[in-house]
Nanobody, 116 residues
């Protein structure tokens, strides 16, 4: 079992920045895959950014150059730095982890609202 606790969402004006945090209940290096997804009202949940099992990063095209995923193993935490935010980034952001046994775990979600 893995518990994921997110924080850092909020309301920001377009062009602003936010940093999301996701802290896992166990070592993030014991997980195959960890990253951030988002779901806007009326839309499907989509990948934002993630670390793969090999330590590589994947980003959605819509956030490349604006968002950066990073991690701190000592804190069991993955971050999402979001810069140059746009109204279309408004969504609930979820942390997701994939265990070596292919179990998927989700955090509770954190709301990000970008006003124009």
């Amino acid at each position: 079992q893995v518990q994921l606790v997110e924080s850092g969402g909020g309301l920001v004006q377009a062009g602003g920045s936010l940093r999301l945090s996701c802290t896992a209940s166990r070592s993030i290096f014991s997980l195959n895959d960890m990253g951030w997804y988002r779901q806007a009202p009326g839309k499907q949940r989509e990948l934002v950014a993630r670390f793969t099992s090999g330590g590589n990063t994947n980003y959605a095209d819509s956030v490349k150059g604006r968002f950066t995923i990073s991690r701190d193993a000592a804190k069991n935490t993955v971050y999402l730095q979001m810069n140059s935010l746009k109204p279309e980034d408004t969504a609930v952001y979820y942390c997701r982890a994939l265990s070596p046994l292919s179990s998927i775990y989700w955090g509770q979600g954190t709301q990000v609202t970008v006003s124009s």
